[in-house]
């Protein structure tokens, strides 16, 4: 077979510590470069091939993946259904008339999607570059399509534009994962290689256009994210240089925030006064809430995320531990009393993913998150620390870290498609390379074991 060769050969590396069928493999890694590829340019094929790869890649894995059956991101998918099953089953018993039909298990299952993209990546680096590469050049490529040169027109003009993607929000919050990568993972990118002008050229003309998209996007939480986010990263990166005296291209990395950093003042310079609008605006909103003035403060785009906040509190203060079910956030816009009419109208969600998950599934569901949370952080320091996770990909994903909690609290990107795809690629690049250094742990292991049991 044509395709199964091609898949193997330099462009796509098969796993050297997992074993799948070459035709399986092939099309699982077509889904997923379709997944990867399409999911934003092409949404019907996009979608498809993202519950293709999520299907095909949780069945190679559970029949083939031995000794990776008992993961502890399987494991917590099974948590996750458990969770929304049961707050859906005593959401039942006390309040019929606000439940779902049925639990709705994709509402957290969808973040594990990622199962899949780990496996199909199959634990090399050079695969998961290129996928997230590929992702983000057709990302690029859709908002250019979807929403036109105008758009871009209009928010150099000052508008307030979203590139055709869901909302401005959305497409801002993606241009900033783009801009995050392309800055961090630079001396990857920027190496002496073959056709090194062209990506030289490339990665100057993705930078200016993040950057650019980022200001136009007018997103406060992005811009706030993205400066946590790159300033943990240099931190990180200059105290490893500090204490290594090398490694990591300092030069590269410098050169690239540095030039990151000179088109973001030229693009500021010439939308300072739209920035400036755009920061000033509900100053007053802010000011009220850091001193603690909450009964009065109006329903602005901040104002309504703070009130919805307070009623969301009150919700979860009568059900802590299980939540209302699938449905808790529209419950708490459309049942809370002291709303106003136009928010219940116009809003039906809380704009915090994290508060969004206390309401649905309480502390329980937040649990799942967390430990996940955990057992990816602790993996990748470990796969770093053997030398299975390269110091780059390691320091993006600490970067991606902050960025992703940040945006997260100020609007429920997890909970719509544009949230889960960039996890589900992201995470799943991360988990692939805790998997490899498990596999080879384990592997290392075997004689030792085999020894002992000899004498």
């Known amino acids: 077979m044509i395709l199964p060769h091609v898949l193997c050969s330099s462009l796509w590396q098969r796993p050297d510590t997992w074993r799948c069928p070459p035709a ?5 890694v077509a889904t997923l470069l379709l997944y990867a590829g399409l999911r934003v340019l092409w949404p019907d094929v996009g979608h498809a091939a993202e519950a293709a ?3 095909l890649g949780l069945a190679a894995l559970l029949i083939y993946g031995r000794g990776m059956r008992n993961s502890v991101p399987l494991w917590l998918l099974l948590a996750a259904l458990a969770v929304q099953s049961l707050s859906w089953w005593l959401g039942y ?41 590929l992702a983000a050049i057709t990302f690029v490529v859709a908002t250019l399509i979807l929403g036109g040169l105008e758009d871009w027109v209009n928010g150099l003009a000052g508008e307030r534009v979203g590139f055709g993607i869901r909302n401005q929000q959305h497409a801002s ?23 090194r002008g062209w990506r030289i050229g490339l990665w100057l003309v993705l930078v200016l256009m993040s950057v650019t998209a980022v200001l136009i996007g007018q997103t406060r939480a992005v811009w706030l994210a993205l400066g946590l986010a790159l300033a943990l990263a240099l931190v990180l990166y200059l105290g490893y240089q500090w204490l290594h005296r090398g490694g990591l291209s300092l030069r590269a990395f410098g050169l690239a925030s540095l030039v990151a950093l000179l088109l973001v003042g030229l693009a500021t310079a010439s939308l300072h006064g739209t920035l400036a609008k755009r920061l000033m605006t509900e100053s007053d909103v802010i000011e009220r809430v850091a001193t603690g003035h909450f009964d009065d403060i109006p ?7 703070v009130n919805t906040w307070r009623a969301a ?39 915090n993913f994290f508060i969004e998950i206390w309401v649905a599934y309480g502390l329980l569901g937040l649990a799942v998150i967390a430990a996940l949370t955990v057992w990816i952080g602790q993996g990748c320091w470990r796969a770093w620390r053997a ?48 998997w490899r250094w498990q596999r080879q742990q384990a592997a290392a292991q075997q004689p030792a074991l085999a020894a002992g049991q000899a004498r």
């Open 313 to 351: 509190a009150e919700w979860i203060d009568e059900r802590p531990w299980v939540g209302w079910g699938s449905q808790g956030r529209s419950l708490v816009i459309e049942h809370t009393p002291w709303l106003p009419d136009f928010v219940k109208e116009n809003f039906g969600h809380l704009h």
């Open 387 to 434: 030398g299975m996770l390269p110091g780059d990909i390691a320091l993006f994903g600490a970067a991606f870290f902050i960025y992703w909690v940040v945006v997260n609290q100020f609007e429920s990107y997890n909970s719509f498609w544009t949230g889960v795809y960039i996890h589900n690629l992201i995470v799943g690049g991360l988990v692939t390379h805790i």
């Open 173 to 195: 919050m993606m241009y900033g994962v783009v801009l995050l990568g392309l800055v961090v993972l630079a001396p990857r990118m920027l190496r002496p290689a073959r056709y």
């Open 53 to 55: 790869c999520a299907l």
């Open 299 to 305: 329903y602005t785009s901040v104002g309504i995320r």
């Open 93 to 133: 018993q006390h309040h019929p008339d606000w439940v779902a039909d049925n639990p709705q298990l994709d509402r957290l299952a969808k973040l594990f999607i990622f199962i899949a993209v780990a496996w199909w990546l199959g634990g090399s680096t050079q695969n998961t570059v290129r996928v997230w590469g």
């Open 24 to 28: 399986l493999w092939a099309v699982g």
